[in-house]
């Protein structure tokens, strides 16, 4: 058996020291660092020395050791994660060297200083090492007779729109859960939507529930809209929309809109509406979940007229209406990098009462907005909104964040309106449509930085009516919203050029430079990654392969591309949450980039690259068509073979920024290894290491910041002020929603509810369940 271990010990010497000269002689021509060649050398050596039986083998091996440990500090410094993969692996090697077995092999038996205590050393080390991760992961407790008070006007324990507010703060003023008493937070109750996608892939479950007086109403992502009792979870009413999903890909519906219609009495009086996967817009009675009457046709509006012939799954809506005096306003989600000329992301506003169309903003036509002339569409192909938007009553304005035109990837067609007001938040008069402002938050965009966060107002002492739009990118601008100029500075900044034939760029991009930048660590070759020595060295081959030349570095034929932030974000459509109280605007963000690539037509049409169509729909990862331009495109996460991100951990962070300065008040690790790891299996073991991360937060009046969103199965409380980790629950998928809070009076308690749907593309599991928080009921 000994010799066995020893041969399976050297022949794996070996394999990774010849993979290692392969691998980094391959890096080492390509510019990069030639201290993998050299690992590789002696670990085949030393497997050689090992053969002979030498004892030099592990003098050798221990001096390279030495050697390796001082490099890796060189690279990286004490950073754990990044000197992971340079030191475990050899060291594991190293040790299986001081082992009786291989002592005795090379004539070594009965020298070793200290090595009847050092394997019981080692097994001391590995517990306590294991033990201070679980550790560090541990929430801690609270005194249960500590409570906080309850809201001071009744509206206060309602969570009455997306984010709570018009404005999408996530911001409430409830406070009877502290800092003090979080702890003793359990699960009050649990509800399941039910089935929702009939086997499809990519479902979802990702509504923020809203709660108006007794009732708490949401939907799922089949559409169903359901209204439950807010203090126990029995449902109360449910609404089969029986929604055709042929060719939708992923089942989503991330909210709904509740309306009371002034001086109204009796049925429909309460309205809630949603918008549906087969582009449709329905009225339901509030109190009953039937379809109101007088809305639209029999309660529901066909939002696909004016849009001509639109493909099964290319137009849809996930988010819920905005409202503003009196009208909803919509946009949709319109399939990406397929073709050009896809559905029209024409933004639309109708009579909430009536479901009549009042007015469009048509990007083709912006200065008309009325529904096309006899015969037309609304013009295709041009800049959609997919996110929620926001909107000020006072103002009379509706705020609009707005995607790109299609495809994505290559913008040599677009036009000057669609240069104009892609990628940008638009002010639209809530009357008339018209554009009353707009900033846009990258020019010509090339890398699907669509605006994918709903704009967050905010008023601040002063009278700053402020705006927040967060992006993709990772930069957070902030406006004022009555005109749209910023209030804290922006600065046009040279960004890399080099475009292939028939392309264009902008010389410039916005940056927002009095708020950090949450796109992450600017990658380097020194910042890829990997489990192993092997797969880090691959991962820094292509590293070196790619064009980077920072962010904004434009794609191209010749060489993949390193897109920093990736599609994933910096902010995705979570958002942020701000603490008006405290100023703070709090923020999860993801550092994970994309390894983008163009495909020239011809080799797009040899490889049979075609638009996808309601049989074959997937993820907008993968290769994307782009029809009718000259080059298709591959978009993927930048992974290493083992489908781990290439860069080192963290991949995400929470943050609090200051927002009468802009200054970063404190950044923590967001997510454990718990739920993820090699090959998307999980590692069960909870070391803090930041994980990717799609969903919102809600901040409290009592300072705490509730938030799910992980990749990991988690529900998490942090004190708003400092950032501290108070309280965690386990899900049963991820929590890639956006939570509620609210106070329920049956109870006389404060509850916190988030859907637990996980995400497909996040790898965060899947459940149907609504989960409710709350205090233990008081005796």
Known sequence: MQRFLNVLFLLLMCLVGLSLLWLGGRLALLGGSIWYVFSGLVMVVTAYLGCRRSALSVTVYWAFLAA?????????????WALAPRLAMPVAMGLYMLTPFYRRHVGLAGRFVGARIMWPGLLLLLVGAVGTAFWIDRSPTADSDIWGAGPSQTTDGDWIAYGNDRGGSRFSPLAQITPANVGNLEKAWTFHTGKLSDGKQGSAFQANPLKVSNRLFLCAGNNDVIALDPETGRQLWRHHLKTDLAGVYGLVCRGVTYYRVPQATGVCAERIYTATLDARLIALDAATGSLCPGFGRGGQVDLKVGLGNVDKGYY????????????????????????????????????????????AF?????????????????????????????????????????????????????TANDDRYSSAVLALDAESGAVRWSFQTTHHDLWDYDVPAQPTL???????????????????????????????????????????PGERLSKTQPYSVAIPSFGGPRPTERGMWGLT???????RIRFRQARFDGDMTPLSTDHPTVTWPGYLGGIDWGGVSVDPRRGLMIVNNNQVANYNRLIPRADADRQGIKPMNAEHM??????????????????????????????????????????????LVWSRIFGTSRDSGPLALPTFVPIPMGVPNIGGSVATASGLTFIG???????????????????????????????????????????????????????????????????PKRE
């Open 316 to 359: 849809f809506v996930t988010s819920p209406p905005a409202l503003v005096r009196g009208r909803l306003v919509l946009g949709g989600w319109v399939m990406d990098g397929q073709k050009i000329k896809e559905p029209s992301g024409v933004v639309r506003a109708f009579d909430a009462v009536t479901g009549d169309f009042s007015w």
């Open 458 to 500: 905010v008023d601040l002492p002063g009278g700053v009516r402020g705006l927040l739009q967060p992006t993709k990118r990772g930069e957070i601008f902030f406006l004022d919203r009555a005109t749209g100029k910023p209030i804290l500075p922006v600065e046009e900044r040279p960004v890399p050029q080099g475009a292939v």
């Open 68 to 80: 390796n440990l001082c490099w890796a500090l060189w690279e990286v410094g004490l950073d754990g």
């Open 709 to 775: 969103a992980t990749q990991e199965h988690m529900f998490r409380a942090y004190e708003t002020a400092t950032g501290r980790l108070l309280w965690k629950a386990r899900l049963p998928a991820g929590g890639n929603a956006s939570p509620s809070t609210y106070w329920s009076d049956a109870s006389g308690r404060q509850f916190v509810v988030i859907a637990a749907g996980g995400h497909g593309a996040m790898l965060s599991g899947a459940s149907d369940e609504l989960v409710a928080y709350a205090l």
């Open 618 to 663: 997937s993820d907008v990862g993968g290769p994307v068509a782009q029809m009718g331009v000259p080059y298709a495109a591959h978009i993927a996460p930048f992974l290493s073979p083992l489908a781990i991100p290439c860069q080192q951990p963290p991949y995400g962070r929470i943050n609090a920024v200051d927002l009468k300065t802009g200054k």
């Open 533 to 539: 020595p092997i797969d880090q060295a691959m991962c």
């Open 362 to 414: 048509d990007i083709g036509r912006p200065d008309e907005h009325g529904l096309p002339p006899s015969g037309a569409i609304f013009t295709p192909g041009t800049p959609n909104s997919w996110a929620p938007m926001s909107s000020d009553e006072a103002l009379g304005l509706v705020y609009v964040p707005t995607g790109n035109a299609t495809p994505d990837y290559f913008g040599g067609h677009r």
